[in-house]
């Protein structure tokens, strides 16, 4: 028998948001490890920020580091990593904030699943793109070069695939322009969705 009983709280979303004069939205960040992902977080997470947004980024590692540090890099493994971050989105959503994520996530059933959790309105998929081999000159930590050696297993791009999005919300192709142009059109995409619709419909009326 299931004794859970999910608790609700008197305070609503639509209160949440009020009180936080934003939308809240989930940036999902994939791409290959050292396509430019954590930079671009980063740099988002700061422009925004100091914008006045209530932003908190998710990293793949730090994350692994404690909420996920019993899980390995299986197939089945990475799915329930992910499915956490999704859970743990959601709620940061539900409170409010806006919430960026940076993980390979090189799967697009676990983009999928991550975007089910969290609700289709509430996520953008920005698509990393830069090829393997500007990757792998890029490391700097000769994890490419170790997983070729076979010391690091079930490595994404090596040894694991890595599922390109199809038709992400934004593609950023790293490998092409300079950080600061990622950024850039980055942020164009990203600032107009995180308006709080009810203070803009206000200053509309104005």
């Known amino acids: 028998m299931n004794y859970l009983y999910p608790f609700n709280s008197k305070i609503s979303y639509e209160q949440r948001k ?5 939308e809240p939205c989930l940036v999902w960040l994939t791409g290959l490890s ?17 914008k006045g947004y209530k ?26 990593n992910l499915r ?6 959601k709620l940061m959503l539900d409170a ?19 975007k089910q959790i969290v609700g289709e309105n509430r996520f953008t998929e920005v ?6 081999e500007e990757c792998e000159k890029r490391d700097t930590k000769g994890l490419y070069d170790k997983a070729r050696r ?10 694991a695939p890595y599922q390109a999005p199809v038709v992400p919300d934004v593609e950023l192709k790293t490998d092409e322009e300079t950080i600061e142009e990622s ?12 308006q709080d619709k009810a203070q803009t419909k206000a200053l509309y009326k104005l």
């Open 127 to 132: 698509y990393v793109n830069c090829s393997l």
């Open 150 to 159: 076979g010391i690091i297993p079930n490595f994404t791009g090596i040894s």
């Open 183 to 194: 950024l850039y059109r980055l942020i164009d995409y990203v600032e107009p969705q995180l």
């Open 84 to 89: 956490r971050v999704g859970e743990v989105a």
């Open 34 to 50: 050292g396509s430019g992902k954590s930079t671009l977080a980063l740099r988002l997470e700061h422009y925004l920020f100091h």
């Open 55 to 80: 932003v908190f980024l998710l990293d793949g590692d730090n994350i692994r580091h404690g909420l996920n540090h019993d899980l390995g890099f299986t197939e089945q493994d990475r799915k329930e």
């Open 18 to 22: 009020e009180m936080m004069q934003q």
């Open 96 to 114: 409010g904030l806006v919430v960026l994520c940076s993980f390979i996530s090189p799967y697009q059933e676990e983009r999928a699943l991550v």
